[in-house]
């Protein structure tokens, strides 16, 4: 069965950074595109950012452009967040979800696998 299993969050100042993984089993995952969202206590799921299948194409929301890197690892199976110059407005719960397809999008109805994510808490 499809598994997501996220890691890496923790507890950063602003200005710091972190690392999230998403080990992904159950399916063959260079052939799907990965995305990361995240959810705010209090606030609907909001994305992050896409990865495509094919060539690695990446996708970006506004607000972490230029900040967050999104990448993957065929080879191991594992979706990456690296997350630079993190502010407070960054704190959420952090997930990975599996696409539809290859090509993925910024929609939600476009993912159907979800890990059970990982807190992010930007604090001083």
């Known amino acids: 069965q499809v598994q997501l299993v996220e890691s890496g969050g923790g507890v950063v100042q602003p200005g710091g950074s972190l690392r999230l993984s998403c080990a992904a089993s159950?399916?063959?995952?260079?052939?799907?595109?990965m995305t990361w969202y995240r959810q705010a206590p209090g606030k609907s799921r909001e994305w992050v950012a896409t990865i495509t299948a094919p060539n690695s194409y990446r996708n970006y929301a506004e607000h972490v452009k230029g900040r967050f890197t999104i990448s993957r690892d065929n080879a191991k199976n594992t979706l990456y967040l690296q997350m630079n110059n993190l502010k407070p407005e960054d704190t959420a719960v952090y997930y990975c979800?599996?696409?539809?397809?290859?090509?993925?999008?910024?929609?939600?109805?476009?993912?159907?696998?979800w890990g059970q994510g990982t807190q992010v808490t930007v604090s001083s």
């Open positions: 979800g599996r696409g539809q397809n290859a090509y993925g999008s910024s929609r939600l109805s476009n993912y159907d696998y």
């Open positions: 159950g399916f063959t995952f260079s052939a799907y595109a």
